[in-house]
Structure formats: C-alpha cells, structure tokens
C-alpha cells in the first residue's frame, strides 16, 4: 500500500528560528508536493517536486523553501519562522501518468510563537 | 481560473439519513475531480475519484458522487450516514498539465447526531 510518512508530527518553534519539516514516501512517485491546511481555505501548495534535485513553486511559496535530495524524501524548511506560519502542513506523493491520485501524509502541526 | 467551491462549511445529518455535499468547479477543460476525507487529527484519505467516463462513480464505505458537466458539479452522497462518517470533507479538482497539483475546496465538516 502507498505510503507517505511525515516527521515531526508536532512542532513549536520560536519566531525567527529554522524549523524543518520531512516527508519520506515509499510509493516511487515522482511527484511530491506540500501543502498547507488553514481553516476556511482547504489545502494550499507552497512546493512541489517532479523528482530528486528538482523544486517548485506552488501557490504560496513566500518563507518556504523546500529540498528533494532522492526519490523517496522531500523537506520543507522555514529558514526565518514566523507566527503567520502557524498551520497544519500536509506531504502528498503522486504519478500523475499513473493512478492519477495523490497520497497524503498525516500532516505536520507547527505552531510558531 | 481553476478553483472548487464548497457552499456548505458545515452539515449537520442525523444517523440514518441520506446525505448530500455539495461541489462546483470551475475548470476549462475535462475535468479529474476527487472527494477525500479527513478524520479527526489525520491526514487526506481518497473517498472516490472521478476520470471521464460514466458519470457517477462509486467510491468507498458507501458513497458516491455524480459528475455534470452542465452544471459544473461533482456533488457526493450517501444513502444513509453513519456515526463514523464524521470527518471533514475536501472536493478537489486536479490540473492537467505543469504541477499536476490539486485544487481543493474549503471543505465541510460533517457532523452526524444520533
């Protein structure tokens, strides 16, 4: 079965700190993505990946970076956190040549004080 | 402009009930339009999914959706809620092209009372 596993799963950092967050995905899916869930907006894409070495711009980019240094692994990082990143931040995986879904992860709360 | 509209942030039914949620999208094209659920505390899990085709599609636990073209809908239901349905519920349209990404609703949560 596809897989996406996420870490930490629960985050508190400090206002101007480095926060990191990871996804690991067993499903070889070329396509990688993040998201993040605020209420009344669903879920929104800050980056995306089309493989290892490659990043994107999503929707919503601004104060993300992100890494994909293999197939299986994608990292999102706040170099400079700040309390309007506080959220609930979703990995997905996808081959969009194949079965055409997304397969989530079980989300990452950051709260940035 | 792609985007999905969920009209209804919250539905309350009563267990037993017939259900109905609610979706339009706006996309130019043919449109790969998805329903996932997401429980309490966990993350997206795939309800059903719709490629062009027959335009009502069955997905698991029960529900289904209907796609129309005409009116630019993908509205999912259920013949009869259960308490574990109480979820919140994101219908999502994918682009075809570039990202790949999904595009999602705002989402309605679904309470269930007994």
């Known amino acids: 079965e596809a897989a996406v596993t996420q870490s930490p799963r629960n985050k508190v950092a400090v206002t101007g700190g480095k926060v990191t967050l990871s996804c690991n995905q067993t499903n070889n899916h070329n396509n990688m993505y993040w998201y993040r869930q605020d209420t009344g907006h669903g879920l929104r894409l800050i980056h995306y990946s089309y493989g290892a070495g490659s990043t994107e711009k999503g929707d919503i980019p601004d104060g993300y970076k992100a890494s994909r240094p293999s197939q299986e692994n994608f990292s999102l990082i706040l170099e400079l956190a700040t309390p309007s990143q506080t959220s609930v931040y979703f990995c997905?995986?996808?081959?969009?040549?194949?079965?055409?879904?997304?397969?989530f992860g079980p989300g990452t709360r950051l709260t940035v004080l | 402009a792609q985007s999905v509209t969920q009209p209804d942030a919250r539905v309350t039914v009563s267990e037993g009930a017939s259900l109905q949620l609610r979706c339009k999208y706006s996309?130019?094209?043919?449109?790969?339009l998805f329903w996932y659920v997401q429980y309490p505390r966990q993350g997206l899990q795939l309800l059903l999914k719709?490629?062009?085709?027959?335009?009502v599609v069955q997905g698991v636990n029960g529900f289904e959706a209907e796609f129309s073209k005409s009116n630019s809908s993908f509205h999912l239901r259920k013949a009869s809620v259960h308490w574990s349905d109480w979820a919140v519920y994101f219908c999502?349209?994918?682009?075809?092209?570039?990202?790949?990404?999904?595009?999602f609703g705002s989402g309605t949560q679904l309470t269930v009372m007994p």
């Open positions: 999502a349209v994918r682009l075809s092209s570039g990202s790949w990404q999904l595009i």
């Open positions: 719709y490629y062009p085709g027959d335009p």
């Open positions: 997905a995986s996808g081959d969009p040549l194949g079965g055409r879904e997304q397969y």
């Open positions: 996309y130019f094209g043919t449109p790969y």
